[in-house]
T-cell receptor, first 114, second 114 residues
Framework: KQEVTQIPAALSVPEGENLVLNCSFT??????LQWFRQDPGKGLTSLLL?????REQTSGRLNASLDKSSGRSTLYIAASQPGDSATYLC?????????????FGKGTLLTVNP | GAVVSQHPSRVICKSGTSVKIECRSL??????MFWYRQFPKQSLMLMAT?????????EQGVEKDKFLINHASLTLSTLTVTSAHPEDSSFYIC??????????FGPGTRLTVL
C-alpha cells in the first residue's frame, strides 16, 4: 500500500526566503506526482504535475523535482511571499485510467511572515 | 483551468437527518468523480470513486449505505450522508477528472452535525 510522507509538517519563514518542501513515497512505481495548495477551509488548487518520465516541472516561482528511484519529490519556492502561506500537499495515483486514485500526504503548513 | 463547484459550501444539520452535497464540473465533462473526506489537520482520504452511469466504488471502511453516491450525468455527482451523526462532521471535497490525468477539485463542503 502506497504511503506518502511530507516533511516538515509546518514551516515558518520570513518573506523573500527560498524554501524547499519534501515529499516521499514508499512505492516508487508511480504514474506521476502532483503538488497541490490548500488554503484554510478551501479546496485544492493543482500547482504542478510531474509525469514519471520527467525529472522536474516549473511554474513561475515554483519548481518541483521527482526522483522515482529514491521515492522523493521536492517543491522549491523561490522568493517566498506572504500570499504563499497555505498547506502544500503532494499526491500520487495508484494507476492511470478510470481507477485513478490519489494518495495524499498530510501536507506542510507554510507560513510566510512579512 | 477547469472549474468544479460544490453546493452547499457549508451545512449544519441535526443528528439523524440526511444531507445532500452536489459536485458539478462547470466547463468540462467528467468521466470520473471522486469524493474525499478531510478531518482537521489530516490529509484527504478517498471515500469513493464514481463513473457516470455506473455504481460507485467505495474504499475499504466506507459504508455505502450511509454515503450514497449518484453520478447521473457527466457534469454532476451527488453525495448524500444519510442519518448523519456528529462523527460525520467533516470537510467533504469532490474532484472531477476528464480524459487527462489531472483531477480538478471543488472548494469543499463543511458539514457540521449537531
Amino acid at each position: 500500500k502506497q504511503e506518502v510522507t511530507q516533511i516538515p509538517a509546518a514551516l515558518s519563514v520570513p518573506e523573500g526566503e527560498n524554501l524547499v518542501l519534501n515529499c516521499s513515497f514508499t512505492d516508487s512505481a508511480i504514474y506521476n506526482l502532483q503538488w497541490f495548495r490548500q488554503d484554510p477551509g478551501k479546496g485544492l488548487t493543482s500547482l504542478l504535475l510531474i509525469q514519471s518520465s520527467q525529472r522536474e516541472q516549473t511554474s513561475g516561482r515554483l519548481n518541483a523535482s521527482l526522483d522515482k528511484s529514491s521515492g522523493r519529490s521536492t517543491l522549491y519556492i523561490a522568493a517566498s511571499q506572504p500570499g504563499d502561506s497555505a498547506t502544500y500537499l503532494c499526491a500520487v495515483p495508484n494507476s492511470g485510467g478510470s481507477n485513478y486514485k490519489l494518495t495524499f500526504g498530510k501536507g506542510t503548513l507554510l507560513t510566510v511572515n512579512p | 483551468g477547469a472549474v468544479v463547484s460544490q453546493h452547499p459550501s457549508r451545512v449544519i444539520c441535526k443528528s439523524g437527518t440526511s444531507v445532500k452535497i452536489e459536485c458539478r464540473s462547470l466547463d468540462f465533462q467528467a468521466t470520473t468523480m471522486f469524493w474525499y473526506r478531510q478531518f482537521p489537520k489530516q490529509s484527504l482520504m478517498l471515500m469513493a470513486t464514481s463513473n457516470e452511469g455506473s455504481k460507485a466504488t467505495y474504499e475499504q471502511g466506507v459504508e455505502k449505505d450511509k454515503f450514497l453516491i449518484n453520478h447521473a450525468s457527466l457534469t454532476l455527482s451527488t453525495l448524500t450522508v444519510t442519518s448523519a451523526h456528529p462523527e460525520d462532521s467533516s470537510f467533504y471535497i469532490c474532484s472531477a477528472k476528464a480524459l487527462t490525468d489531472t483531477q480538478y477539485f471543488g472548494p469543499g463542503t463543511r458539514l457540521t452535525v449537531l
